[in-house]
Every structure is written in C-alpha cells, then in structure tokens.
C-alpha cells in the first residue's frame, strides 16, 4: 500500500520532470497532478450537488459523467446496480425523481477519495409507480478515468 507521502513525492517528481521537459502536454499532467491532491470538502460537496441536479432532471450525459465506468450501487432492496443499470433507468424513464432534497451530509475526504454519508427526502416514480421517503445514501468518491467519480454507493431506508 502507497503511502501518502510517497503519492505526494511522485507526484512532486512528475511536476518537476514537466517542468525540465518545458512541453505543454507534460506540464499539464503535473497541473492534473496537483488538482487531484487538492481535492476538498467543498469541491466534493459541489459534486454531490451536481449528481442531485443531475439525477432530477435524468440528465444521463451529466450522469455519465460523474459515474465511474465500474460503479457499483446496492439500493434499498440489496439489488446491486451497474452504471449502465442507473443510466437506462433514467434514459428510459424506468426511475423519475421529482424532489431530492438534502437534509444532512457529512463529507471526509481522504486524498486520492472521499465518503459522502447524506439524508435526503426523495418522491418520484419507479417503473411507473409513485414513491416517496426518506433515504441515507453512502458514496465513495475517487479519482478515475482523470476525473472525480461516484465509484461505488449503497442506500437504505430511513424512518420517518
């Protein structure tokens, strides 16, 4: 297991072998670098608020976006689902949510990931039926494929 201040001491020597190389490709890949170390509280709080919008609106580009090609998510039911299940589940309008409200977050970030834990108020339709409740979700934020992605979640039920 790479420890963080080994991460931190490649990534300093790819910055500087960029930077001695003076091409713009290279120098990019130590911005990139560097970027990815600083991820944040906010930067993950931003994502978590794009992931919402997007899930509203079924906006699948958006969605494609910020889920990792190997995502995997538990509902409620123990069902696992892929990043192709979520996406034509909203594509084909086999999930619709109508309000997806934020009533808690708590955000740790760890470097390279992050965990969101939320409570959100949720109402919409599954497979033509109405819903509503209340659900915690837990996600797991990496780096891949150069961006910040949901790499895996799971969600349950909460009380009402």
Request: aromatic share 8%; net charge positive.
């Amino acid at each position: 297991m790479t420890s963080r201040v080994s991460q931190v001491q490649r990534g300093w020597r790819i910055a500087l072998s960029c930077a001695n190389a003076r091409t713009r490709g290279r120098a990019m890949l130590a911005v990139h670098y560097r970027e990815r170390m600083d991820m944040d509280e906010q930067g993950i709080r931003e994502l978590e608020e794009r992931l919402r919008q997007a899930m509203i609106a079924s906006d699948v580009k958006a969605l494609d976006a910020l889920l990792a090609d190997d995502l995997s998510f538990v509902d409620a039911t123990g069902k696992v689902w892929t990043k192709a299940d979520d996406l034509n589940g909203h594509r084909y309008g086999m999930q619709r949510i109508d309000t997806l409200s934020i009533e808690e977050q708590s955000i740790r970030v760890y470097g390279a990931f992050a965990i969101t834990v939320t409570r959100v108020a949720i109402s919409g339709t599954f497979g033509g039926a109405p819903f509503t409740g209340s659900l915690r979700y837990t996600r797991t934020w990496g780096e891949t494929a150069g961006a910040w992605r949901v790499v895996a979640a799971q969600c349950g039920l909460m009380a009402f």
